[in-house]
């Protein structure tokens, strides 16, 4: 069975700091692409970072860059994201997701072969 199981969210005040991490099983991580996807209250899908499947290449939305490092260790299955410098707009469910092929679309959830059930991350004072 194909499990993608996302932790480390929670509340957070503006300007702190969270480390998601997403533990992959049931197939094999390190031939996939990652990506975290989020979804704010009320608003729709927004992509956030993706990985190559070696971890040498990345890409970040605008909206994050300078402040989240997206990483993945293949020996553990696992994918990262550090966020940091966290603002009130960055609160949403966040999502890792896997893909074969590139998505065309990367905040469409069609567009990924696995999908995770999401952690929820609150940045308030």
């Known amino acids: 069975e194909v499990q993608l199981v996302e932790s480390g969210g929670g509340l957070v005040q503006p300007g702190g700091s969270l480390r998601l991490s997403c533990a992959a099983s049931g197939f094999t991580f390190s031939s996939y692409g990652m990506s975290w996807v989020r979804q704010a209250p009320g608003k729709g899908l927004e992509w956030v970072s993706a990985?190559?499947?070696?971890?040498?290449?990345?890409t970040y939305a605008d909206s994050v860059k300078g402040r989240f490092t997206i990483s993945r260790d293949n020996a553990k299955n696992t994918l990262y994201l550090q966020m940091n410098s966290l603002k009130p707009e960055d609160t949403a469910v966040y999502y890792c997701?896997?893909?074969?092929?590139?998505?065309?679309?990367?905040?469409?959830?069609?567009?990924?072969?696995?999908w995770g059930q999401g952690t929820q991350v609150t940045v308030s004072s």
């Open positions: 990985i190559s499947t070696g971890g040498g290449s990345t």
């Open positions: 997701a896997g893909y074969n092929r590139p998505p065309v679309t990367l905040a469409s959830r069609y567009e990924y072969d696995y």
